[in-house]
Protein backbone atom coordinates (compact mmCIF):
# COMPACT_ATOMS: atom_id res chain seq x y z
CA UNK A 1 0.00 0.00 0.00
CA UNK A 2 1.38 3.24 -1.35
CA UNK A 3 1.76 5.69 1.81
CA UNK A 4 -0.05 8.97 1.56
CA UNK A 5 2.14 12.24 2.74
CA UNK A 6 -0.28 14.18 5.51
CA UNK A 7 2.50 16.71 5.35
CA UNK A 8 5.16 18.26 3.49
CA UNK A 9 7.20 21.61 4.41
CA UNK A 10 10.65 23.38 4.11
CA UNK A 11 12.56 22.85 7.50
CA UNK A 12 15.26 25.40 7.40
CA UNK A 13 18.83 26.20 5.72
CA UNK A 14 22.07 25.10 7.14
CA UNK A 15 25.74 25.62 6.73
CA UNK A 16 27.17 23.42 4.03
CA UNK A 17 28.22 20.86 6.54
CA UNK A 18 24.47 20.27 8.29
CA UNK A 19 25.15 22.46 11.11
CA UNK A 20 23.47 25.31 12.59
CA UNK A 21 20.28 24.84 10.97
CA UNK A 22 17.99 28.21 11.21
CA UNK A 23 14.53 26.26 10.79
CA UNK A 24 11.33 28.32 9.32
CA UNK A 25 7.84 28.68 10.76
CA UNK A 26 5.60 26.29 10.40
CA UNK A 27 2.48 29.00 10.85
CA UNK A 28 0.79 29.04 7.81
CA UNK A 29 3.61 28.04 5.71
CA UNK A 30 4.31 27.36 1.91
CA UNK A 31 6.80 26.36 -0.37
CA UNK A 32 6.27 26.83 -4.01
CA UNK A 33 9.11 24.60 -5.95
CA UNK A 34 10.33 25.19 -9.57
CA UNK A 35 12.44 24.17 -12.16
CA UNK A 36 13.30 24.58 -15.75
CA UNK A 37 14.59 22.55 -18.28
CA UNK A 38 17.76 23.33 -20.90
CA UNK A 39 15.67 23.13 -24.27
CA UNK A 40 18.52 22.49 -26.66
CA UNK A 41 15.84 23.46 -29.57
CA UNK A 42 17.26 24.30 -33.35
CA UNK A 43 14.65 25.91 -35.79
CA UNK A 44 14.75 24.49 -39.92
CA UNK A 45 13.82 26.91 -42.33
CA UNK A 46 10.83 25.54 -44.31
CA UNK A 47 10.53 23.17 -41.92
CA UNK A 48 7.60 23.21 -38.86
CA UNK A 49 8.57 23.19 -35.04
CA UNK A 50 12.31 22.51 -34.24
CA UNK A 51 14.98 19.57 -34.15
CA UNK A 52 15.78 18.56 -30.05
CA UNK A 53 19.65 18.39 -30.37
CA UNK A 54 19.93 15.81 -27.53
CA UNK A 55 17.51 13.87 -29.90
CA UNK A 56 15.41 11.52 -27.61
CA UNK A 57 17.28 12.30 -24.52
CA UNK A 58 15.82 13.95 -21.18
CA UNK A 59 17.14 17.60 -20.97
CA UNK A 60 19.31 19.22 -18.71
CA UNK A 61 18.40 20.42 -15.52
CA UNK A 62 18.84 24.01 -14.61
CA UNK A 63 19.08 25.39 -11.01
CA UNK A 64 15.87 25.13 -9.31
CA UNK A 65 14.09 27.66 -7.40
CA UNK A 66 12.63 27.20 -3.78
CA UNK A 67 10.28 29.80 -2.37
CA UNK A 68 8.99 29.49 0.71
CA UNK A 69 6.67 32.04 2.84
CA UNK A 70 5.55 31.48 6.59
CA UNK A 71 4.61 33.94 9.52
CA UNK A 72 6.34 34.81 12.00
CA UNK A 73 4.93 35.28 15.17
CA UNK A 74 5.74 37.49 18.37
CA UNK A 75 6.36 35.24 21.46
CA UNK A 76 7.41 35.70 24.87
CA UNK A 77 11.25 33.83 24.19
CA UNK A 78 12.04 36.24 20.68
CA UNK A 79 9.93 39.10 19.20
CA UNK A 80 9.39 39.35 15.69
CA UNK A 81 12.38 41.66 15.16
CA UNK A 82 14.18 39.60 16.66
CA UNK A 83 13.83 36.43 14.75
CA UNK A 84 13.87 38.42 11.58
CA UNK A 85 16.97 39.28 12.55
CA UNK A 86 18.55 36.18 13.28
CA UNK A 87 16.70 34.78 10.18
CA UNK A 88 18.06 37.41 7.60
CA UNK A 89 21.95 37.16 9.50
CA UNK A 90 22.00 33.32 8.86
CA UNK A 91 21.07 33.36 5.50
CA UNK A 92 23.50 35.56 4.14
CA UNK A 93 26.09 34.10 6.50
CA UNK A 94 26.17 30.36 5.23
CA UNK A 95 26.24 31.78 1.75
CA UNK A 96 26.20 27.89 -0.10
CA UNK A 97 24.38 26.23 2.63
CA UNK A 98 22.00 23.13 2.98
CA UNK A 99 18.00 23.74 2.24
CA UNK A 100 16.12 21.40 4.10
CA UNK A 101 12.42 19.54 3.44
CA UNK A 102 10.66 16.95 5.02
CA UNK A 103 7.55 14.61 4.06
CA UNK A 104 5.57 13.70 6.81
CA UNK A 105 3.83 10.34 5.81
CA UNK A 106 1.17 7.86 8.64
CA UNK A 107 4.45 5.61 8.58
CA UNK A 108 7.55 7.69 8.57
CA UNK A 109 9.52 11.21 8.58
CA UNK A 110 11.24 11.44 5.86
CA UNK A 111 14.41 14.52 5.29
CA UNK A 112 15.95 15.56 2.45
CA UNK A 113 18.57 18.36 1.57
CA UNK A 114 19.83 20.19 -1.24
CA UNK A 115 22.61 23.02 -1.90
CA UNK A 116 21.50 26.41 -2.45
CA UNK A 117 21.77 29.69 -1.46
CA UNK A 118 19.59 32.63 -1.30
CA UNK A 119 19.12 34.92 -3.98
CA UNK A 120 18.08 37.78 -1.96
CA UNK A 121 17.23 38.98 1.91
CA UNK A 122 14.15 37.60 3.50
CA UNK A 123 11.07 40.10 2.48
CA UNK A 124 9.03 40.69 5.63
CA UNK A 125 5.91 42.64 5.61
CA UNK A 126 5.49 45.01 8.31
CA UNK A 127 1.49 45.97 8.72
CA UNK A 128 0.08 48.85 10.45
CA UNK A 129 -2.21 47.29 12.77
CA UNK A 130 -1.25 43.89 13.36
CA UNK A 131 2.44 43.03 15.00
CA UNK A 132 1.80 39.99 16.27
CA UNK A 133 1.95 38.24 13.17
CA UNK A 134 3.90 39.23 10.56
CA UNK A 135 4.59 37.63 6.62
CA UNK A 136 8.49 36.52 5.75
CA UNK A 137 8.90 35.23 1.98
CA UNK A 138 12.36 33.61 0.91
CA UNK A 139 13.81 32.45 -2.15
CA UNK A 140 16.15 29.90 -2.80
CA UNK A 141 17.93 28.84 -5.99
CA UNK A 142 19.04 25.27 -5.75
CA UNK A 143 22.11 23.80 -7.09
CA UNK A 144 21.84 19.98 -6.56
CA UNK A 145 19.06 17.58 -6.56
CA UNK A 146 17.36 16.46 -3.39
CA UNK A 147 19.41 14.21 -1.76
CA UNK A 148 18.84 11.82 1.11
CA UNK A 149 19.56 12.78 4.65
CA UNK A 150 21.94 9.51 5.36
CA UNK A 151 25.19 8.75 2.86
CA UNK A 152 25.01 5.03 1.54
CA UNK A 153 28.59 3.78 2.20
CA UNK A 154 29.26 0.56 0.71
CA UNK A 155 32.43 -1.19 1.82
CA UNK A 156 34.13 -4.71 0.03
CA UNK A 157 37.25 -6.23 1.00
CA UNK A 158 38.70 -7.99 -2.35
CA UNK A 159 41.44 -10.77 -2.17
CA UNK A 160 41.12 -11.75 -5.96
CA UNK A 161 40.95 -10.19 -9.18
CA UNK A 162 37.97 -9.66 -10.51
CA UNK A 163 35.36 -8.66 -7.97
CA UNK A 164 32.01 -6.88 -8.12
CA UNK A 165 30.25 -4.80 -6.07
CA UNK A 166 26.41 -4.64 -5.75
CA UNK A 167 25.19 -0.77 -5.30
CA UNK A 168 21.87 0.12 -4.70
CA UNK A 169 20.67 3.42 -5.39
CA UNK A 170 17.42 4.35 -3.71
CA UNK A 171 17.00 7.45 -5.41
CA UNK A 172 15.27 8.43 -8.62
CA UNK A 173 18.05 10.38 -10.02
CA UNK A 174 21.34 9.58 -11.41
CA UNK A 175 24.29 9.46 -8.55
CA UNK A 176 26.90 12.29 -10.03
CA UNK A 177 28.44 13.20 -7.04
CA UNK A 178 30.28 10.28 -5.72
CA UNK A 179 33.39 8.95 -3.65
CA UNK A 180 35.34 5.80 -4.75
CA UNK A 181 38.25 5.10 -2.01
CA UNK A 182 40.86 1.93 -2.37
CA UNK A 183 42.46 0.82 0.56
CA UNK A 184 45.53 -1.47 0.00
CA UNK A 185 46.08 -4.01 2.91
CA UNK A 186 49.50 -4.76 2.75
CA UNK A 187 52.40 -4.54 0.15
CA UNK A 188 51.53 -4.25 -3.64
CA UNK A 189 47.67 -4.16 -2.01
CA UNK A 190 46.63 -2.71 -5.88
CA UNK A 191 48.84 -2.81 -8.99
CA UNK A 192 47.30 -0.86 -11.69
CA UNK A 193 43.32 -1.33 -10.58
CA UNK A 194 40.40 -0.32 -12.69
CA UNK A 195 36.94 0.15 -11.32
CA UNK A 196 33.83 -0.66 -14.02
CA UNK A 197 30.23 0.40 -13.57
CA UNK A 198 29.05 -2.51 -15.56
CA UNK A 199 25.44 -1.40 -15.86
CA UNK A 200 26.10 1.83 -17.41
CA UNK A 201 29.62 0.50 -18.96
CA UNK A 202 31.88 3.25 -17.47
CA UNK A 203 35.43 2.67 -16.42
CA UNK A 204 38.30 4.16 -14.88
CA UNK A 205 41.94 2.45 -14.55
CA UNK A 206 45.16 4.20 -12.61
CA UNK A 207 48.32 3.41 -13.86
CA UNK A 208 49.82 3.40 -10.16
CA UNK A 209 50.67 0.52 -7.01
CA UNK A 210 49.43 0.64 -3.62
CA UNK A 211 52.86 -0.90 -2.23
CA UNK A 212 52.01 -0.59 1.04
CA UNK A 213 49.78 -1.01 3.77
CA UNK A 214 48.62 3.12 4.31
CA UNK A 215 48.25 3.57 0.55
CA UNK A 216 45.02 4.98 -0.53
CA UNK A 217 43.38 6.20 -3.93
CA UNK A 218 40.70 8.48 -3.99
CA UNK A 219 38.58 9.29 -6.46
CA UNK A 220 35.75 12.28 -6.27
CA UNK A 221 33.40 12.39 -9.14
CA UNK A 222 31.66 15.86 -8.06
CA UNK A 223 35.13 17.54 -8.36
CA UNK A 224 36.38 14.99 -10.87
CA UNK A 225 39.39 14.66 -8.67
CA UNK A 226 41.61 11.49 -8.44
CA UNK A 227 43.85 11.56 -5.86
CA UNK A 228 46.29 8.97 -3.67
CA UNK A 229 47.99 9.23 0.52
CA UNK A 230 50.96 7.36 1.32
CA UNK A 231 50.18 8.04 5.06
CA UNK A 232 46.95 6.21 5.32
CA UNK A 233 44.58 9.33 4.27
CA UNK A 234 45.84 12.27 6.33
CA UNK A 235 47.47 14.23 3.67
CA UNK A 236 46.67 13.57 -0.20
CA UNK A 237 48.07 14.34 -3.51
CA UNK A 238 46.62 14.67 -6.95
CA UNK A 239 46.82 11.56 -8.91
CA UNK A 240 45.06 13.04 -12.09
CA UNK A 241 48.38 11.56 -14.37
CA UNK A 242 48.06 8.18 -13.59
CA UNK A 243 43.84 7.84 -14.64
CA UNK A 244 42.48 6.71 -18.52
CA UNK A 245 39.04 6.28 -19.17
CA UNK A 246 36.56 5.17 -21.75
CA UNK A 247 36.82 7.59 -24.96
CA UNK A 248 33.76 8.30 -25.17
CA UNK A 249 33.08 9.31 -21.80
CA UNK A 250 32.39 12.53 -20.92
CA UNK A 251 32.35 12.24 -16.76
CA UNK A 252 33.88 9.78 -14.54
CA UNK A 253 31.29 7.63 -12.91
CA UNK A 254 27.65 7.64 -12.59
CA UNK A 255 25.45 5.18 -10.49
CA UNK A 256 22.00 4.83 -12.41
CA UNK A 257 18.44 4.22 -10.04
CA UNK A 258 18.21 0.75 -8.66
CA UNK A 259 21.36 -1.45 -8.50
CA UNK A 260 24.47 -1.26 -9.85
CA UNK A 261 26.98 -3.48 -10.65
CA UNK A 262 30.53 -2.33 -9.72
CA UNK A 263 33.95 -4.54 -10.96
CA UNK A 264 37.06 -3.85 -9.46
CA UNK A 265 40.49 -5.41 -11.28
CA UNK A 266 43.81 -5.08 -10.07
CA UNK A 267 47.42 -7.09 -11.71
CA UNK A 268 48.31 -10.20 -9.54
CA UNK A 269 46.51 -10.92 -6.31
CA UNK A 270 44.77 -8.22 -4.88
CA UNK A 271 44.50 -6.85 -1.10
CA UNK A 272 42.53 -3.89 -1.03
CA UNK A 273 39.63 -2.77 0.62
CA UNK A 274 36.95 -0.82 -1.74
CA UNK A 275 34.23 1.52 -0.73
CA UNK A 276 31.65 3.73 -2.24
CA UNK A 277 30.22 6.42 -0.41
CA UNK A 278 27.27 9.04 -1.90
CA UNK A 279 23.95 10.23 -1.13
CA UNK A 280 21.17 8.79 -3.14
CA UNK A 281 19.72 11.77 -5.12
CA UNK A 282 16.03 12.40 -6.24
CA UNK A 283 14.45 14.79 -8.81
Known amino acids: MSVVPKRQWMQ ?17 HE ?10 LASVIGAD ?6 GGGPMPKRPGRERVRFLLRHDDDASVDQQADELKAAIRRYGVGRLWSVVEGYEAITRRWAYAQAVAMPDITYG ?3 REFVPVSVEFVRLSDWLAETETIVTLPIGASPAVMEVVNAGTADARDLVLQLASGGTNG ?4 AIQNTTTGEWLSFALTGAAANH ?21 ISAQGALSLGATQAGLMTLVPGSNYIEFTSDGTPNMTATVRFFAPFE
Do not use: M
Open 128 to 130: VRD
Open 216 to 236: RLRVETGRAAVERSTDGGTTW
Open 31 to 40: WTPSQPLVAP
Open 190 to 193: YTNP
Open 12 to 28: GFSRADGSDIVAFSRLA
Open 49 to 54: YAINLL
